[in-house]
C-alpha cells in the first residue's frame, strides 16, 4: 500500500512544515518579550497566522473569521498531523468551535453567523450544551424543557423552564445551546426547536456536580422562565431535531479520530517504558507485552481503516458503513488503553489526582480512565451507536427499547 503524497502534497506540506518552523514556538520577532508572554497570548498570535496562511478554520468564511479554503480533505490532514508532530496550537478548544460554529455556518441566520461565530473562533465565547436531562439522556427526544414566546421587554422573547444536566463546563461558559419543546402537542421528535440563550440572564441556575475524581467538570443547569430573544432560534421553530442531529454528527466526528487513538497509544507506551511491573520493566513483561500486542493492533487497525476513508472521500467515494463505526472504535480503544495504564501504574492509582490543574505525576491516567468512561456517554452512548451501526449500516430491525 503507497501511502506517500503526490509531488503536489508533499510541496505542501513542505509548505506548512515550513510556516510551523517559523512560527511556533513564538519567535523574538513577534513582539516586545514574547518569549515571555503567557500561553493564551502566543496561542491567539499563532492562530491569527495560521488563519492568515490558510491553516485554520478553512471552511469558516471569511467575513466571519475564518481561512475560507476551499474543501480537500488531503490538505487538512497534513495540516492537522504536522501541527500535532510540533505540538502547535489548532482550533481554539471547546464545543463552540466543535459542534456550534459548524452548526451555525449550516442551518444559522446571517446575524447569527455575525454575531456568534468570529468570537466563538478566537475563544472569546464559551459555549455550554444543553441537551440530556435527569430522564432524556440516549433518549434525547423525552425532553421536557419547555419554551413558549412571550411578551417581554424588547419584543417577543422565548421563555425558557426545565433542567439540563451533564453540560460541560457551563459554570465557565457565556452562552448554551439548548433543545427545548416549543410544540407541546406535536410528537416525539417533532415540535423541539434549538434556541440560544446568555447564561448570565435572570432565571438561569448553574450547579457543579462534584465527580469521583474530585473535579466539577459537568453541570446541572436548571431555567426557571429565563428569557432569550425570539431570533435566537436555530433553523424553524419545531425542527429543533434536525438541527441537534447535525451538531451531535460534528460532536461524534471529532471524538471519533484515529490520530486520538495513535497518540494516546505513543503515550502509554512511553508509560510502560518507564514503570516496573511485578519485578520487571513493564515493557519486558509478557502479559504486559501481550496486552500492548493486542492493543495495537486495534490501533493500527483504526488508523488504516482512517486512511481509507481519507483516500475513498479524497476520491469523491461514500465509505460506507465503517463511518458510522468510528465512534465507538475510538471509544474502546480509549478505554483498552486507559485500563492498561491503570494497571501499570499499581499504587498511584489509589492516589486522587488535584482538584485544580493538571497531574503531574502517573496519577494523571486515572483522570484519563474515568473521562474514557464518560466518553462511552458523550456523543451518544455506546450502546445507541450499536443500534446506529445495526440499524443504518446493516439494516437490522429497529430495536422497539428505543421508541
Wanted: hydrophobic residues 40%; aromatic residues 8%; neutral net charge.
Amino acid at each position: 500500500m503507497d501511502l506517500s503524497y503526490n509531488a503536489e502534497y508533499e510541496a505542501f506540506r513542505q509548505t506548512v512544515i515550513g510556516f510551523l518552523k517559523a512560527h511556533w514556538p513564538v519567535p523574538e520577532t513577534a513582539g516586545e518579550g514574547a518569549s515571555e508572554w503567557a500561553r493564551p497570548k502566543k496561542e491567539a498570535w499563532f492562530r491569527s497566522r495560521a488563519i492568515e496562511a490558510g491553516y485554520l478554520y478553512r471552511g469558516v468564511p471569511k467575513e466571519f473569521g475564518g481561512a475560507e479554503q476551499t474543501p480537500d480533505i488531503l490538505k487538512a490532514t497534513i495540516i492537522r498531523d504536522e501541527f500535532s508532530k510540533r505540538r502547535a496550537p489548532m482550533e481554539a478548544p471547546g464545543i463552540g468551535n466543535m459542534m456550534l460554529v459548524p452548526t451555525l455556518l449550516e442551518c444559522g441566520t446571517q446575524e447569527q453567523k455575525e454575531r456568534f461565530v468570529p468570537k466563538t473562533l478566537t475563544g472569546e465565547y464559551h459555549w455550554a450544551q444543553g441537551y440530556s436531562e435527569p430522564n432524556a439522556g440516549s433518549d434525547l427526544a423525552s425532553l421536557r424543557t419547555r419554551a413558549e414566546l412571550v411578551e417581554g421587554e424588547n419584543g417577543l422573547e422565548w421563555s425558557i423552564t426545565g433542567q439540563k444536566i451533564w453540560s460541560t463546563l457551563a459554570q465557565y461558559a457565556q452562552y448554551m445551546f439548548v433543545l427545548a419543546r416549543t410544540e407541546p402537542d406535536a410528537g416525539k421528535h417533532a415540535g423541539i426547536s434549538y434556541l440560544l440563550i446568555d447564561l448570565k440572564a435572570p432565571g438561569v441556575t448553574i450547579r457543579p456536580i462534584k465527580q469521583v475524581t474530585g473535579g466539577k467538570e459537568f453541570c446541572e443547569v436548571f431555567f426557571d422562565d429565563a428569557r432569550t430573544p425570539a431570533d435566537w432560534i436555530v433553523g424553524e421553530r419545531g425542527e429543533g431535531w434536525k438541527v441537534s442531529k447535525a451538531t451531535l454528527a460534528h460532536e461524534r466526528s471529532s471524538i471519533g479520530g484515529a490520530q486520538t487513538a495513535v497518540g494516546l497509544f505513543e503515550k502509554l507506551l512511553e508509560l510502560a517504558k518507564g514503570v516496573n511491573y511485578q519485578g520487571l520493566p513493564a515493557i519486558e513483561h509478557p502479559v504486559i507485552r501481550d496486552r500492548l500486542v493486542t492493543l495495537e493492533g486495534y490501533v493500527q487497525s483504526h488508523l488504516y481503516s482512517s486512511y481509507r476513508q481519507l483516500s475513498m472521500a479524497a476520491a469523491k467515494q461514500n465509505p460506507g458503513r465503517i463511518t458510522l463505526m468510528n465512534k465507538l472504535i475510538n471509544t474502546n480503544i480509549g478505554h483498552m488503553v486507559a485500563d492498561l495504564a491503570k494497571d501499570l501504574i499499581g499504587d498511584a492509582a489509589l492516589t486522587m489526582p488535584p482538584v485544580k490543574g493538571r497531574a503531574d505525576g502517573h496519577e494523571k491516567w486515572l483522570n484519563q480512565f474515568f473521562g474514557s468512561l464518560g466518553v462511552a456517554i458523550a456523543g451518544g452512548t455506546s450502546n445507541i451507536q450499536r443500534n446506529i451501526i445495526a440499524e443504518r449500516g446493516f439494516d437490522l430491525p429497529r430495536d422497539d427499547a428505543q421508541e
